[in-house]
């Protein structure tokens, strides 16, 4: 008798449950029609709405947005602000994937940590340090994105160039084209080598100032690794080093635009094939400036440009004759 009312239970209660499951598939049915007309419903996220998709009529609103407070417009900044952990960069060795312990002796409450507890974090994260480099392929990869963090930063280029200069050196690394290279001629040759992809440029000199090898080191490694990667770098234009120019020494936008003005005059003279576009860039703007009646002299303009002045007394006659300009005096 209990066997058979234990069962005739468990059917009841199957049958309820059955029940239920309709009566929430109709209701849900119900939901995603609109009551007026019948039509398909759709939810507008940004109002908070549900709407008729056919006669527009507004179901519901003020619905609740589960998504994060914050916008973002491309992937880059949706990983910037996502706060699921950092996003992943070509510019640290591990990609940014592994634990840092940071350097502050404080707990999760931000008081200090004791003597004891001080000394332990200490040994903590050398070893830390030490797994993080496991192998001298790490310790290479290491030492070489610190270098071109290092020079970017003393340049001041930006993220975008540094990141790429990452991707460079990987590549060279995987390829295996450093041997009987330093690594800090080929990290400088990838950082010249994004600046340039990235019309950003910086001269052989500047980044020579900056660099623990010499000029001629990094222009013959650089030729090497961008054989040897087959990479696109387009001639670099002299226009490109204007802006810079003109903002280090002050100049108003009358002189940068003529100073693009006379290095297109220049180019379609013919005049700019084979010679330096740094020098070609100093002397435009200092032509410009003369013709603009803005005092600068050639000391300044070769001191920003990193070029002699003999350079530039050269350059800015040929520019000036080509760009219609007589009877202008230094």
Not at 39 to 56: A, F, K, M, Q, R
Not at 151 to 166: H, I
Not at 283 to 307: C, D, F, G
Request: charged share 30%; hydrophobic share 30%.
């Amino acid at each position: 008798m209990t066997d058979q009312r234990t069962t005739r239970e468990a059917e009841r209660e199957s049958g309820e449950d059955e029940e239920q499951e309709t009566e929430e598939s109709a209701e849900r049915e119900r939901q995603q029609v609109c009551p007026e007309c019948g039509g398909s419903l759709l939810e507008d996220e940004e109002h908070g709405e549900t709407v008729c998709s056919e006669c527009g009529l507004v179901v519901e609103e003020d619905g609740i947005d589960r998504g994060p407070e914050w916008r973002a417009f491309d992937s880059r900044e949706q990983d910037q602000k996502s706060r699921v952990g950092a996003p992943t960069t070509n510019m640290m060795h591990d990609k940014g994937l592994s634990t840092n312990i940071g350097w502050q002796d404080k707990d999760a409450y931000g008081n200090s940590l004791s003597g004891r507890q001080r000394r332990k974090m200490q040994r903590l994260r050398k070893w830390n340090e030490r797994f993080r480099t496991r192998n001298s392929k790490e310790r290479n990869l290491k030492q070489a994105l610190g270098e071109i963090e290092r020079m970017a930063s003393a340049l001041g280029l930006p993220e975008n160039v540094r990141e790429t200069a990452s991707v460079i050196y990987r590549r060279a690394l995987g390829e295996d084209l450093l041997p009987g290279r330093s690594i800090e001629g080929v990290a400088t040759s990838a950082l010249y080598a994004a600046a340039r992809q990235a019309n950003t440029p910086r001269s052989l000199d500047e980044v020579a100032s900056v660099s623990r090898v010499g000029r001629d080191e990094i222009a013959r490694t650089y030729r090497y690794v961008a054989r040897e990667l087959e990479l696109e770098v387009a001639p670099t234009d002299p226009a490109s080093y204007v802006p810079r120019f003109c903002s280090e020494l002050g100049l108003t936008e009358e002189v940068e635009r003529r100073s693009r003005e006379l290095l297109g005059a220049a180019a379609d003279a013919g005049i700019t094939s084979g010679k330096s576009p740094v020098g070609l860039a100093a002397a435009a703007v200092y032509a410009a400036a003369l013709l603009a009646n803005e005092r600068v002299t050639q000391s300044e303009v070769s001191e920003v440009a990193s070029i002699s002045e003999v350079t530039i007394r050269n350059r800015y006659h040929e520019i000036l004759e080509a760009g219609g300009e007589t009877g202008v005096e230094a």
